[in-house]
Each structure stands twice: as structure tokens, then as C-alpha cells.
């Protein structure tokens, strides 16, 4: 084998379908093999690519130690798995985990350039595996498939996401007025609020040039003469990345784009403002917009202003008290010829004396261009609203706390916002004192109010050391009494909301004080003095409630229960007709297992067929 010419093996072992594995097992068979595998650069190169291709462009053209970075990545696999299987236990009595709990992910993301990339690859591939567990048993934390590992890594995800973000804002908002683009903004908002989906602004320009090209397409069979279809490609492409200072062509030419617009954005893609659900949080995402082709009235304008200026059009994004426009305007001067454009209701254009969301004064004189950083806060006041609606039961408390923490990161002039994420950290207890140390680094414009906040805070932050002794001792086996029929990770029918859920906890009484500070849902009837069974479930959609027990059927059918976001926390899988309590969850209902293989054994029985 000696005798084979090295660039040959190198060739071969170079090739796409050979693996890692493959080439480690090679360099297993000789010492030769072994030399020639370590020291060649070219392999390593070639199986970096292969494997991913997206951290390619993390590189320049020079580099070549490519066999220390995959070395590195499956080293960092490693201390990530480590680290999440130190959380439960250190964090299962918390909903929300603080800042300061994720000290160790940050001298991770901090070790070089690309490990935030390697960590967000490494933990959105433990999220998405979805390997069925076949299992009755409790299993160890670092099965493929774990649900406690899965919401244990999207709490890390989420931390680091956001914690790049941020950086991510502070550049974005430094950059020259003409380059703060609306798309970049809501680009960003989306991928705030959405840290376990993959989403790139290469993704979205995708897509927003994909209906351009319809547009253009359209424009040609309107005018096969018209200028933009001379335009170079170069022009184009510059017009993605920077705001227009005027509209490129005609008066009619720019009348066509408009017309050809309104067809492909509206009849076409069949666009449209959302109305029945108005608030809910996928109206105010681009991607989702882009996807589901409805939201709101602010989302549609950033599509269709991003649309126009791939096109050479500009549209000023405006933004009225109860609505939000696009204006078109068709000349300059004293007296321009002003239109505004509802992008809700099928692209409506009408003139400025007509525009119904304007009083006699603005529509005299022409309203402030909103700006970029304006244009993301009230997207942001709308995802904030979506929560206090109560219309993002899944993960809400989460997701409030990623709305506020945004809307305090894009407003951080906004006292009401920092006051209510506060009471919010103090809720769930999180340390406030992160934020304690922002607002005091922070410089306000009106800071007697300031020093009211920095009071409450302080007050909470005495309020932690005492929480953090209790959320430290561990949680007492519960006994069970006689008149207890359910059992942890038993799915039930809740005959009174018609829906499925899955018990997490119970008591024969009073519900759990540290499950009280998470639920406000008391059922009816549960009054003081009664001894009564009562249940800590979580619901199909994504919520968590009380549930009396006589209110409770058992069912084989966990319906949609997978989708919500707090099962990992107590549970490991879902097996057969129940799910499996993780280990922190089954050491403190230990007495619950055999009730609930009970439960298992009978199905088994019911449907037996000799």
C-alpha cells in the first residue's frame, strides 16, 4: 500500500461520500495511513467543506489547519452535551433561568470567531432530532430524542441568539441612515422573537426578490419599453441593500410599477391584510408573513417598500396613529403630488386630501418619514400587545420576556418597558441584577423617574438571594393519597375544554406554591376548605391550567400536546399512551410510575387480540 502514490489516497479519501468516520477509521489500519491522514491539509479541507459548507466563507482563502477546527467542533459537541446535562437538575424548579445562569455559555461563545456559529449549529441539531424513544423508563438525559435535553438546548439557544442580536443591533443602528433598510429591521425582529428557527437575511431577500422579478416580468408585458428593463443588474443589486433618495424613473413609469405591483402582491401571491386574527405574532414576522402571505398593516408595507425599491420606486414608510401607509410621491417642490398607499387593504392608493387615517392638519403638510429604528419599536409595541392579549399561550411567558427584553434593547429610553420586564424577572425570579446594572449604565433624557425604578429594582434583587436559597433545596417525595387517581405523564381528555392535556403535578388540596407563581388558573368550584384532587396540566396549545379531577377522562391520544414548549421540562418522551417524567420530575413523584404503567398495561389488555 506504500507503494500508492499519496496524492491518489488523498484524492480518494477527499471524495464527498467518504465521511469523517470513514477517514478516521482508515488512519486506524497503520501508522503510515495515520501520518499521511493528520498532515494532510488537502483531506481535512475537503471534508470541512463537505460537512459544512455554510462556515466555509468564516474562512479566508489562506487557512488550512482545517483538521484543528474539525477537531474543535466535535470537542465543542462534547462540552455542550456536558453542560446541558449539568441543567436540570441545577434549574428544575425555575421556568425562566437568568442571565447569569448561561456564564458558561458566554466564555464558550467568547473562546473565537466561529464557535457561536459551531454552538448554534451543534444546539439547533439536538432540537430537531426527533428520534422516537422506545422506552417505559426513565432515560439518561443524553438519548437522541430527549425532550428535557431539547428544552434545556433552547434555553442556551435562546440566550445565545439573543445575546448576538444585541451586538447585531448596536451595528445596525450606527450604519449610515441610507443603508438602515426596513427589510434589515424586520429581518431582525424575526429573528429575536424566533431562536429556534433558522432564519437569514439571505433567506428573506430570496423571497423579496423573487416577487421583484414577478413585478418586472409583469411591467414588461405592460411596457416592453419601460426604462427599468434597461437598468443593469449592478444598479439592482445596489438598490437591495440601500434606501432610495428618490424614485429612478417617470411619472408614468412609476404608475406602471404600481399597477404591476398591486397584480402580482395582491391577485397574484394573493396578499392581504389579517383581520380575524389581528394581534397574533405571526402578523408582525416577515418570514411568517412571507409565508402565510397575511399580516399587518406594517409588515405588508416593509414587503411591498422592499418590493418597490428593488424596482427604483420610492415609498416612504409613514406612520400614522392608527394605521401605518406607504407614500408616493410624484414630484418635488413646494407642491408635490402626494399619494398614500394602504398596503392592508389590497394596495389602496389614494391621494393625500383623501387619506381617511390623517386629520385636516397633516393633511395639509406632509407627516416625518418614519425612520427605520421608529418603524421596528412599533413592531415591537405590537408583539408586546400580542401578549398582554393573551394570544401567545405557547411558551407566553417566554415570549413576553423575548418582546420586552427587545423592546427595552430598540427603546432603551422607555421607563414603563424596563419597569414591567422587571416585574416580570421578579415573577419568574430572575436576576434583576444585570438589568439593575443596564439602567444605571444607561443615560435618560428625564432621569428623576429613573432613580423610582432603580429603588424597585434593588428591592428585587434582596428578593433573589432569598429565592435562590429555596430554588437550591431540593423538593420532597410526594406522598400519595388514597384519593389521587391520576398520575404524572398521564394524558386526559379535560371534558370541560374538550381538549387534550398532561398532568405535570398534583396536589389533594392547594396546588404546589411554586406552580401557583406560574398559573393564575384556578378551576371553579376549587374552594377553600375542600379537599379535593387538583392537577397541574399542560395543554394542547401550548398553555398551563389547573384541572379538577372529576373534570379529567384518561386518553391514549396525546392530540398536539408535542408542540408545547414546556414539556421538556418534565418530561423525557412520550411512550405509547403516556409520557415519561424526566429523572428530577420522577424522583419527586416516584410513587406516580407505578399507577401510570398501570394505566399502560391495561391499554395493552383493552386492546389485545388473540
Given amino acids: 500500500m506504500d507503494q500508492i502514490p499519496v496524492e491518489l489516497i488523498e484524492k480518494i479519501l477527499s471524495h464527498e461520500n467518504i465521511t469523517i468516520q470513514d477517514v478516521c477509521n482508515f488512519s486506524a489500519s497503520c501508522k503510515f495511513f495515520r501520518q499521511l491522514v493528520l498532515n494532510s491539509s488537502a483531506i481535512w479541507k475537503q471534508k470541512f467543506r463537505h460537512k459544512w459548507p455554510r462556515f466555509v466563507p468564516l474562512f479566508d482563502n489562506c487557512y488550512s489547519n482545517f483538521f484543528d477546527e474539525v477537531q474543535y467542533i466535535y470537542n465543542l459537541k462534547n462540552r455542550v452535551l456536558r453542560l446541558l446535562e449539568q441543567m436540570p437538575q441545577r434549574f428544575y424548579k425555575r421556568y425562566q433561568l437568568s442571565e447569569t445562569d448561561f456564564e458558561q455559555w458566554s466564555d464558550l461563545v467568547k473562546e473565537k470567531e466561529q464557535t457561536y456559529h459551531y454552538l448554534i449549529m451543534i444546539l439547533m441539531d439536538i432540537i430537531n432530532t426527533s ?24 434555553k442556551a439557544l435562546r440566550f445565545i441568539k439573543q445575546q448576538h442580536l444585541a451586538a447585531v443591533w448596536q451595528q445596525y443602528i450606527l450604519l449610515p441612515l441610507k443603508q438602515q433598510t426596513l427589510e434589515k429591521g424586520a429581518i431582525f425582529v424575526a429573528q429575536w ?12 431577500q430570496t423571497d423579496l426578490d423573487f416577487i421583484a422579478n414577478l413585478v418586472k416580468q409583469r411591467v414588461t408585458d405592460l411596457n416592453p419599453v419601460h426604462q427599468l428593463l434597461k437598468a ?3 444598479q439592482l443589486d445596489a438598490w437591495k441593500h440601500e434606501n432610495l433618495d428618490q424614485s429612478q424613473w417617470s411619472i408614468a413609469e412609476c404608475r406602471q410599477i404600481i399597477v404591476a405591483m398591486r397584480g402580482v402582491i395582491y391577485t397574484e401571491l394573493g396578499f392581504c391584510g389579517n383581520s380575524y386574527n389581528y394581534f397574533m405574532s405571526e402578523n408582525s414576522l416577515i418570514n411568517k408573513v412571507l409565508e402565510r402571505r397575511t399580516g399587518l398593516p406594517i ?14 420606486v420610492l415609498f416612504e414608510p409613514i406612520n400614522f396613529p392608527a394605521h401605518f401607509l406607504l407614500r408616493f410621491t410624484e414630484s418635488v417642490g413646494i407642491n408635490p403630488t402626494v399619494y398614500y398607499i394602504d398596503t392592508f387593504n389590497g394596495g389602496d392608493v389614494v391621494q393625500k386630501l383623501a387619506c381617511p387615517y390623517s386629520n385636516p392638519t397633516s393633511r395639509r403638510a406632509l407627516l416625518p418619514v418614519a425612520t427605520a429604528i421608529q418603524v421596528v419599536e412599533r413592531m415591537v409595541n405590537n408583539l408586546e400587545l400580542s401578549t398582554r392579549q393573551h394570544i401567545e399561550p405557547n411558551g407566553r411567558a417566554t415570549f413576553l420576556r423575548a ?22 424577572y421578579n415573577l419568574h425570579k430572575v436576576n434583576t441584577q444585570p438589568l439593575e446594572d443596564y439602567v444605571v449604565a444607561l443615560k435618560f433624557e428625564t432621569p428623576g423617574p429613573v432613580e423610582g425604578i432603580l429603588e424597585t429594582l434593588r428591592g428585587f434583587s434582596k428578593q433573589d438571594l432569598e429565592d435562590e436559597l429555596d430554588l437550591h433545596t431540593d423538593d420532597p417525595v410526594v406522598e400519595r393519597p388514597p384519593e389521587v387517581k391520576y398520575a404524572v405523564g398521564m394524558v386526559m381528555t379535560d371534558i370541560t375544554q374538550n381538549d387534550k392535556c398532561v398532568i405535570f403535578g398534583w396536589s389533594a388540596g392547594c396546588p404546589a406554591a411554586s406552580e401557583c ?8 368550584g376549587a374552594g377553600a376548605g375542600q379537599r379535593q384532587v387538583i392537577y397541574n396540566v399542560l395543554v394542547e396549545d401550548g398553555s398551563y391550567r389547573y384541572a379538577e379531577q372529576d373534570m379529567l377522562s384518561p386518553s391514549s391520544d396525546p392530540g398536539s400536546l408535542e408542540s408545547n414548549k414546556d414539556l421538556g421540562r418534565h418530561f423525557s418522551h412520550f411512550f405509547e399512551n403516556h409520557f415519561v417524567p424526566n429523572a428530577e420530575k420522577e424522583k419527586q413523584y416516584r410513587y406516580d410510575t407505578r399507577v401510570r404503567q398501570k394505566f399502560y398495561h391495561e391499554m395493552l389488555l383493552t386492546h389485545y387480540k388473540p
Avoid at 131 to 154: D, H, M, R, W
Avoid at 405 to 422: C, K, M, R
Avoid at 517 to 524: I, L
Fill in 131 to 154: 428520534e422516537c424513544i422506545k422506552s417505559i423508563e426513565t432515560v439518561p438525559l443524553n438519548t437522541p430524542g430527549n425532550k428535557t435535553l431539547q428544552y434545556y438546548a433552547s
Fill in 193 to 204: 422573537c424566533q431562536t429556534d428557527l433558522d432564519i437569514t437575511q439571505e433567506n428573506v
Fill in 517 to 524: 407563581q406560574e398559573s393564575r388558573q384556578w378551576p371553579r
Fill in 232 to 234: 443593469p443588474q449592478s
Fill in 299 to 312: 409588515l405588508l408595507a416593509i414587503i411591498y417598500e422592499s418590493v418597490g425599491r428593488r424596482l427604483g
Fill in 403 to 424: 418582546i420586552l427584553e427587545l423592546l427595552v434593547l430598540v427603546s432603551p429610553q422607555d421607563l414603563s418597558a424596563i419597569l414591567s420586564l422587571a416585574k416580570l
